[in-house]
């Protein structure tokens, strides 16, 4: 992974980020983050009581149109950091109880990560630590992970490279994305689960106290307005392709940010899905015969589930 030419992602952009210059990411060699705290609104598995301690990165190699992340995908938000400062950031989060070590379109970042979680885990690190991407990632550069990595956090966003063209400008994402999807697999086997401690925490009754994911892949697929044709490839093709060795997350969280979303070029996204269109996908997992998958209840299509980027334990 030379970081003087940068192939890092399937941008392959060649641009010198030791040097200060910046590929489709708009990054340079320099990590940049712009929050990392205890986060509650992930899979229950992934957040438990606790809450997985995430890091999010600024900066995104896909830089889709609909983004929820705006501020920190496209880098106008963050601070500078160290890869030593990321690593005792990850023991910190571990000090507070995280569930995890929960990394946030970490794919640009990939060297400077490997190289703070392997620090890390020989200074104590021990819980395990989620790669939680976009998917737009090679999979000869998730191999460079591979053993440092417990659980996969992996989008699949589309099976049309019509959509993936339009909202990413990126074609060839069900490419490389299926084939990321694959390597993580690979890495982490069928999903593993176990018990939280429950000895310290001061849980409600609708607190999730079921057992924690500590390996495995949660493939995360969000339904898009007028998309459905597209979600019902999406949950065919892993179906078919990986029952139940995966975990399916369908999600109706799609909000529209009207003050980053153009609403010329882009109407059809300008409002979020109905409770009956995602409750026929459901329904259509269900026909396929998927079992093992979280679906989302309630009003999560709202800005106030999106965290500030604050810098907050930067």
């Not at 952009?13 to 609104?41: P, S, V």
């Not at 571990?94 to 890390?120: D, G, W, Y």
């Not at 339009?166 to 697999?185: G, L, P, Q, R, W």
Request: glycine fraction near 6%; proline fraction near 6%; include cysteine.
């Amino acid at each position: 992974m030379d970081l003087h030419d940068c192939t890092i992602c399937p941008r392959n952009c060649h641009a010198d980020r030791i040097n200060g210059q910046t590929g489709y990411c708009g990054q340079t060699n320099e990590i940049k983050a712009a929050r990392a705290a205890l986060h509650m609104w992930e899979e229950p598995c992934i957040s438990g009581l606790s809450g997985s301690g995430t890091v999010f990165f600024s900066g995104c190699n896909m830089g889709c149109v609909f983004c929820q992340n705006y501020p920190i995908s496209h880098g106008q938000t963050g601070k500078i950091i160290s890869p030593e400062r990321l690593s005792n950031i990850f023991l910190s989060l571990q000090a507070q109880n995280a569930c995890n070590i929960n990394l946030v379109t970490p794919t640009h970042f990939i060297p400077q990560i490997k190289k703070a979680l392997e620090t890390a885990k020989s200074n104590g690190l021990s819980i395990p630590v989620v790669y939680n991407t976009s998917s737009y990632d090679k999979a000869d550069t998730l191999k460079e992970l591979d053993g440092l990595i417990d659980i996969y956090l992996p989008d699949l966003k589309y099976y049309s490279p019509v959509l993936s063209k339009k909202y990413s400008s990126a074609e060839d994402y069900f490419f490389h994305a299926s084939s990321a999807i694959e390597e993580m697999v690979r890495q982490t086997g069928k999903p593993v689960f176990a018990a939280q401690d429950l000895s310290w925490a001061n849980k409600n009754e609708n607190d999730y106290s079921g057992p924690l994911m500590k390996k495995g892949v949660i493939v995360r697929h969000l339904l898009l307005p007028g998309c459905a044709a597209d979600s019902k490839a999406i949950l065919r093709y892993l179906s078919s392709t990986y029952k139940n060795d995966i975990y399916i997350s369908i999600m109706n969280q799609y909000t529209p940010v009207p003050s980053f979303l153009n609403p010329h070029a882009y109407p059809e996204l300008q409002h979020s899905v109905s409770s009956s269109v995602y409750d026929k996908l459901i329904d259509y997992a269900l026909s396929l015969g998927i079992e093992n998958g979280f679906i989302q209840d309630g009003d999560t299509c709202s800005e106030s589930f999106i965290p500030p980027f604050d810098c907050s334990g930067i």
